[in-house]
């Protein structure tokens, strides 16, 4: 009796080892699917810092696995790992949610942003055609329009690009565009002064 308590001791302490010794699969499994999610949401483009921080904590949860892969099997302890996997999955998740958020604030900023900049840009086209064209500034005017026509396509390119999805791009365009439209009113200013002047 005594014999074969210690035998069935043995198989439990051997059961319990082998127990530790299991790669946790599932947890390495739920933290691979978190941050592919999270590359989905495109993390790395909106939320990047955090995005960098899942990665590593994954990227420390794999090493601690293939650090017990490497030991002798009765001597390897996933539990560890098994933690840093459940972690990584966690910040993961929490990531995919940020980067949801960031890329819809951001959505709204752009889209108030094409709405100014259409404003802008009818005002512009509108002191344009009522710009005096005279002996000083003919030329000047027929520089300006060009510019402005470039403008314009530089801001349908920007829309196409947020239509796209592609907001952070279209966010540094259409600032590019703006800076431009008040670059134009101010050079129909000039024009038009040049004009006046010539008619004094």
Do not use: H, W
Request: positive net charge.
């Amino acid at each position: 009796m005594v014999r074969f308590a210690k035998m069935l001791t043995l198989v439990l302490a051997f059961a319990v080892v082998a127990g530790c010794s299991k790669p946790p699969e599932v947890e390495i499994a739920a933290a691979n699917t978190s941050i592919q999610a999270a590359k989905s949401a495109e993390a790395e483009m909106y939320v990047p810092k955090a995005y960098r921080a899942a990665m590593d904590s994954l990227n420390a949860a794999t090493a601690a696995k293939t650090e017990q892969d490497a030991k002798f099997v009765l001597f390897r302890s996933y539990g560890k790992s098994k933690e840093m996997f459940v972690r990584a999955d966690a910040i993961a998740k929490q990531v995919a949610t940020d980067a949801a958020a960031e890329k819809a604030r951001v959505k709204n900023e752009v889209t108030q942003m094409l709405a100014d900049t259409k404003v802008l840009l009818d005002s512009v086209q509108v002191a344009v055609n009522k710009a005096p064209v005279g002996k000083g500034n003919k030329a000047d005017i027929e520089l300006i329009k060009s510019d402005l026509m470039s403008v314009i396509a530089a801001y349908d390119d920007a829309n196409m690009e947020f239509n796209n999805g592609k907001y952070l791009t279209a966010r540094s365009k259409i600032s590019v565009v703006k800076q431009k439209a008040d670059g134009i009113l101010v050079e129909v200013q000039t024009a038009t002064d040049k004009v006046k002047k010539g008619r004094r």
